[in-house]
């Protein structure tokens, strides 16, 4: 049975999607941390990341560094603090969260409560950053 992660890549559920390319996808994640909280996970179902072989690994990493790139721009914050627990759902995932201090990666506080316009524009602003960026266009 494909994961929720999968079905959301498929199209079968929707999302908050800010890239993606041919191995991978990023979107908002629907219960963050702090606004602009991006998954980032590989199209192909694997559910530790440390079981991807080296050139998944590496490029999933990159893909991550430039979506990080567009949160640092659409949002303000000192940070964007990177995370991979991967225990909630059994396909690899990276949690990005902008950040000002370390405790604003605390996974265990109230999560952000934020509206449908909050997810859209604020997906939207990290898209279009991703979409400046001088390398490859998602």
Known sequence: ???????????????????????????????????GHVLVIPKQEVDYIFDLNDDDYLALQLFAKRVAEAIKQALPCKRVGVAVMGMEVPHTHIHLIPINE??????FKEKASLSVEEMTEIATKISQ???NQHSEVY
Do not use: Q, W
């Open 1 to 35: 049975m494909p994961t929720i992660f999968s079905r959301i890549v498929a199209g079968e559920i929707p999302s908050y999607k800010v890239a993606e390319d041919e191995k991978h996808f990023a979107f908002l994640d629907i219960n963050p941390v702090a606004a």
């Open 102 to 107: 370390e405790a604003d990666m605390n996974f």
């Open 129 to 131: 950053n991703i979409a």
